[in-house]
Structure formats: C-alpha cells, structure tokens
C-alpha cells in the first residue's frame, strides 16, 4: 500500500470518528418529540382546571338567587357542548350579582370549554337544551313550571 492510500484509510477513519461523535438526528428527534408531548400534556391539563376555577367563581358570584321583581331575574346559556349548543342554564339575579361579570364569567367558561371540545377532539350526545323561563317567585330567582310542557 502506498503512502498516499494509507493517508486516505486515515482520513476515511478519522470522518468516520467524527461522524459517530455526533448525535444521530433521530435522537435529537425523539428527544424533541418526547418534550413537545410533555408540554402539551401540561398544558391539556392547565384548561380543566380553569374551567373549573371560572365555573366556581360564577356559582359563588350568582349564589344569592334573592328578587324584589321578575326583571331581576335573568337567565344566561354557558358552557359548549361538542355538538353545539351550551352545555348549561344559568338562572341569577341582577339584584345580587353585577350582570357585566357574570356574563364575562360565562363567556369565558364557554371559550374554554369549547377550545377543550376542538383539542380534545370531544364527541357528546347531541341534545341540546332549551333555554328555562325564569321568575321571581317568594323573593327567589328559579325556573318557571309550564302547564303544557312543549314536545
């Protein structure tokens, strides 16, 4: 062998070295990979619990159901179901709860629920709910009883 080629099996040794050095991409991709998923499932699980921080921050805002008249009482959809529609009734008073808030609460319960709905990819039953009558009866806010129930 001469003294040429033997240089070139040092140089092909020496790239070869070099390369095996190196992180392999598919590494640095599964590394990648495995911190996205668990970011993302970090966050996945940041909503349900704003969901249920807004949600107890509404009941404790509307838990005083108290009227002097039916147009103290007011009825308000929140919440979205996967197939549309809210997923709840808020029956309150504006007498004991300052009416811009409460439907700032529920505007924000229904962002949420609805981006959890689109990530999660969430399937529900598609009935959806009618909205309650409301009225003041015994200086309470609740849902008015029809006669002839509608079908």
């Keep these: 062998m001469s003294l040429s080629a033997c240089n070139d099996v040092k140089s092909d040794h020496n790239a070869t070295e070099t390369v ?20 993302q ?10 969901i249920a921080s807004l949600k107890h921050q509404l009941n404790s805002l509307t838990e005083n159901k108290q009227c002097a008249s039916q147009a103290s009482c007011q009825v308000l959809p929140v919440g ?7 997923s709840s009734y808020l029956v309150y008073s ?14 924000a319960i229904t962002a949420a629920e609805n981006a959890k709905n689109k ?20 200086q309470q ?11």
């Excluded at 179901?81 to 809210?86: D, F, H, V």
């Excluded at 008015?144 to 509608?150: D, I, L």
Aim: aromatic share 2%.
């Design 20 to 39: 095996r050095e190196q992180p392999t991409p598919k590494l640095e991709q599964l590394k990648e990979a495995q911190e996205a998923q668990e970011a």
């Design 94 to 107: 504006t007498d004991h709860a300052p009416q811009e808030e409460v439907e700032k609460l529920a505007k």
């Design 41 to 50: 499932e970090a966050q996945e699980a940041q909503p349900s619990i704003d």
């Design 80 to 86: 979205k179901r996967a197939c549309g529609g809210p």
């Design 119 to 138: 990530k999660e990819m969430t399937m529900s039953i598609c009935e959806h709910l009618t909205q309650p009558l409301v009225q003041c009866v015994n």
């Design 141 to 151: 806010c609740t849902t008015a009883t029809s006669a002839n129930p509608a079908y």
